[in-house]
């Protein structure tokens, strides 16, 4: 199962049948899991979600944008806010203005969500790895190029033409799922399997993204980059 609510509809489904998910943002706030430790019932798996990661992007963001205020943090209106919380916690703890932007339907108006940026003088835009933005994610950093607005964006999306893309990788999530069918199929029981969670972390700079925006990335950034785009 890939996604919180495909590992949910398969939870309600059955308490049988083993189910492996990977890619849920956090398994216990959307209540895939009782915990990480001992997840219990008939579920496990992999999130690619580090509690640390909100934090590492908005330091990242503050030290490549020096005098950012207000921070547009866009996902999305259908799934739990507890990814939007996180950010918008550190934001404010780091001294940032964050402005939550959430979208849905079958026709989000990303438009009309890059005009409150506009309103509200956001100075940069987060994107949140949820649905409606992942599937969006080449369409909404257009129009973040087109309104000069810096990005920081997942790891894995550093194709996308977004300013800075920096976390961990679903790819790499999704690899980890063999282990656990494996574990399972030998006799293993789901809820006893610990959910793993991905810690490793990738950062690229876009500097094509960075002219035609306008932005200066200072030295000390591009230096712990892994890739930098020219």
Known sequence: MVGAVTA???????????????????????????????????????TNFDPRQPRRQLE????????????????????????LKANEEQARALGLQPLGLKVGGSAPDFEEAFAAARKERAGAV???????????????????TTDRLPTMVPGDWEDIGGL???????????????????????GA?????????????????????AREIGVTIPPEVLQRADKVIE
Do not use: C, W
Not at 37 to 42: A, F, S, Y
Not at 128 to 133: G, H, W, Y
């Open 8 to 46: 949910r509809a398969a939870k309600k489904a059955t308490t049988n049948i083993p189910i492996v998910f990977a890619v849920v943002v956090d398994p216990v706030a959307d209540n895939v899991v009782a915990s990480l430790e001992r997840p219990g019932g008939n579920v496990t798996g992999i």
């Open 60 to 83: 990242l963001l503050k030290e490549a944008l020096p005098g950012l205020g207000r921070l547009a943090i866009l996902g999305d209106r259908g799934v739990s806010d507890a990814l």
């Open 126 to 144: 987060l994107f949140l790895e949820e649905p409606i933005v992942v599937i969006h994610r080449k369409r909404i950093a257009q129009l973040a």
């Open 164 to 186: 800075i893309a920096y976390g961990t990788s679903v790819l790499e999530a999704a690899g980890r799922m063999p282990y656990y069918v494996d574990r399972i199929l030998k």
């Open 189 to 209: 029981k789901p809820g006893d399997l610990p959910v793993e969670v991905l810690t490793r972390h990738r950062l690229t700079i876009n500097l094509k993204t």
